[in-house]
């Protein structure tokens, strides 16, 4: 699952924030956000409702401008290097980006043609990013027709067919089952280990993060209050509560780090009523 830190290839980071400021109105959805992902790598991005995740993303991926701080991508400045930027970048959001009306083959070229994939080469790399999720015989298929986890590997080869470098995941299984959610990231997971491409996912599922990322920050009020490997993230908790002299059935778990970083995670910031019915809607389609 994971890639040797040493084999990591040369050049700079995949993503870099550094002071990163993002606000709405008077809340700072983002407040002073460092954070680096390293090439290669599978980076896990966790936090509460309303910690900033979507928004941090949202500058990485040039969807949103950068006031305050500094986002490079590959050593790319996305206010200065956009188109740059985004065609390095393939990104799976946490809304459905597939048209029910379209086959699964025509969703996956519009957005060959949206990332300018070369006329010459559209259809092969199309056909190459169907059979890398498994969609080539429901490839003609309209995707109104598909489950929840087809929709979501047809949009993770959406993502995939422009070859991109970085692959971001807003909350790639929301709404799936146990299974479905298995088979999305065996697909990631495949694709990366043939292509060594970085991935920055956000989930709300601890166990794909312990069992997924190579490293995780777990951010709460627009910053990261902890980083590292999930193991080493479940040695620091036990060590504290060692410290604190507390006593608890059981090896910490992820879940437990995220409870105690975030403490109950719920307070006034926590998204909009937009926010919620997005997630919702999504969440039933998929289902």
Request: proline share 5%; aromatic share 4%.
């Amino acid at each position: 699952m994971t890639c040797d830190p040493t084999d990591r290839p040369a050049g700079p980071d995949a993503v870099t924030c550094t002071g990163l400021v993002h606000a709405f109105g008077d809340t700072r959805a983002v407040d002073g956000l460092d954070l680096s992902v390293r090439q290669g790598e599978v980076f896990g991005l966790l936090g509460p409702n309303g910690a900033g995740k979507t928004t941090a993303i949202r500058c990485i991926t040039t969807l949103l401008p950068v006031p305050a701080g500094q986002v490079r991508v590959f050593g790319h400045d996305p206010a200065v290097d956009r188109m740059a930027v985004r065609r390095l970048l393939g990104y799976v959001p946490q809304q459905l980006s597939a048209d029910a009306g379209l086959t699964g083959r025509e969703n996956v070229t519009l957005f060959a043609r949206v990332f300018d994939v070369p006329r010459r080469e559209r259809a092969d790399r199309v056909a190459q990013a169907l059979a890398a999720v498994n969609l080539t015989d429901a490839a003609d298929r309209l995707a109104k027709t598909y489950s929840g986890g087809m929709v979501r590997r047809l949009e993770l080869a959406q993502a995939l067919v422009s070859a991109p470098r970085l692959l971001i995941l807003d909350e790639p299984t929301i709404g799936l089952d146990p299974i479905a959610r298995t088979g999305v990231w065996e697909h990631i997971n495949a694709v990366r280990a043939a292509t060594g491409m970085t991935v920055l996912v956000t989930t709300h599922y601890m166990d794909e993060a312990d069992q997924y990322c190579d490293r995780v920050a777990l951010m709460h009020r627009g910053r990261i209050r902890a980083l590292g490997t999930p193991a080493e993230l479940r040695r620091g908790l036990a060590e504290r509560r060692r410290a604190r002299g507390e006593t608890a059935a059981g090896d910490p778990t992820l879940e437990d780090v995220f409870r105690d970083v975030a403490g109950s995670g719920l307070d006034d910031t926590s998204g909009d009523f937009r926010d919620v019915r997005s997630t919702r809607r999504t969440a039933q389609r998929l289902g």
